[in-house]
């Protein structure tokens, strides 16, 4: 009994060594350079329509992001244990996916925050309405993500997001037509169950397409990267519609019109230019893998639950 405890002590020790020797390589530079210039990034992206995108602010926040995020790179390349290897990139299709998933979240999610806007502004919805008028695109997600991962074996992959994008732009296209005196049966559900058809497959489709072909050890940091492209993509798409709708807003309040239909005007358009980014995401879409896998890695949260709520 004492020899087998013996041998059982050194394993642990050894198993430590290992542990402490990888904490010791942890590429601690790299994971401050990266937070640090998608922090700077972001931040400046959302503040940019309130400032201004030719204000020194704006210029300094995108120039110093840049710069930290360009430093990372050249981190990666050199250190021993990256934080993110660039051989992942090689991968075929990853890039591909996660280029195609931040443009179509940057002309989709922000849908949540003009039509939450406008059902609270304009149509006059409490907030517990407002959050309930979302669940038919949750159950509609649900549904049509089960579908599409059962014809992934058949199709692939490729196929499933293309069309995907292409009812999506449609259904931002319905909601960019509400009215100031819109009902939610006519004029915001259509719109909501026609998106969360496209979208369903959309996500499904290219977080398989973002991880064919990943080494199992390599499976998180996969999910990492479309991750990051979904909070790059929903910020970049909220400062750029953002300033569209209050172009537009400003533009027929000058008119003489009044504030509900001024706002109106402003949701309308940026929906509108929402169904056309996303629209063009179908472009980037056929780079991607036509991967015929049936599993994928789950991606942490669901951006529209998450923003739903």
């Known amino acids: 009994i004492s020899a087998v405890a013996l041998v059982g002590a050194f394993a642990l020790l050894d198993r430590e060594r290992v542990r402490v020797g990888r904490l010791a390589n942890f590429d601690a530079l790299g994971a401050f350079l990266v937070t640090g210039g998608m922090l700077l990034l972001v931040y400046t992206l959302v503040k940019a329509p309130d400032i201004g995108w030719s204000a020194g602010r704006t210029v300094a926040g995108i120039a110093g992001a840049a710069a930290l995020l360009a430093a990372f790179g050249l981190t990666e390349r050199r250190v021993r244990n990256p934080l993110v290897p660039l051989s ?3 991968v075929k299709g990853i890039a591909a996916a996660d280029a195609t998933q931040l443009v179509a979240l940057a002309g989709f999610l922000p849908m949540f925050f003009f039509l939450t806007l406008y059902m609270q502004t304009v149509l006059g ?5 407002t959050g309930v008028a979302y669940l038919p695109l949750t159950g509609g997600f649900i549904i049509v993500a089960s579908i599409s991962s059962q014809l992934f074996a058949r199709i692939g992959t490729k196929p499933v997001v293309v069309v995907g994008m292409v009812i999506s732009a449609a259904g931002l296209y319905w909601l960019s037509r509400v009215p100031v005196d819109g009902s939610y049966v006519s004029d915001i559900l259509p719109g909501l169950l026609t998106v969360s058809i496209g979208m369903g497959g959309v ?3 290219l977080t398989t397409a973002a991880n064919a072909g990943v080494d199992q050890d390599q499976a998180g940091l996969a999910a990492g990267l479309l991750n990051t492209g979904q909070q790059l993509g929903t ?14 807003t400003k533009s027929v309040l000058r008119a003489g019109d009044g504030l509900a239909q001024a706002a109106t005007d402003g949701y309308q358009r940026a929906l509108l230019v929402g169904a056309f980014i996303v629209l063009a995401a179908t472009v980037v879409a056929l780079l991607t893998p036509n991967s015929r896998e049936t599993t994928a ?4 949260e669901e951006p529209a639950l998450d923003l739903a709520a």
């Open 125 to 129: 919805y409490s907030p517990i309405q």
């Open 88 to 90: 992942i990139l090689k």
């Open 235 to 248: 910020a970049l798409g909220l400062a750029i519609l953002s300033a569209v709708a209050t172009a537009e």
């Open 297 to 300: 890695v789950v991606v942490e």
């Open 203 to 205: 996500f499904t489709g």
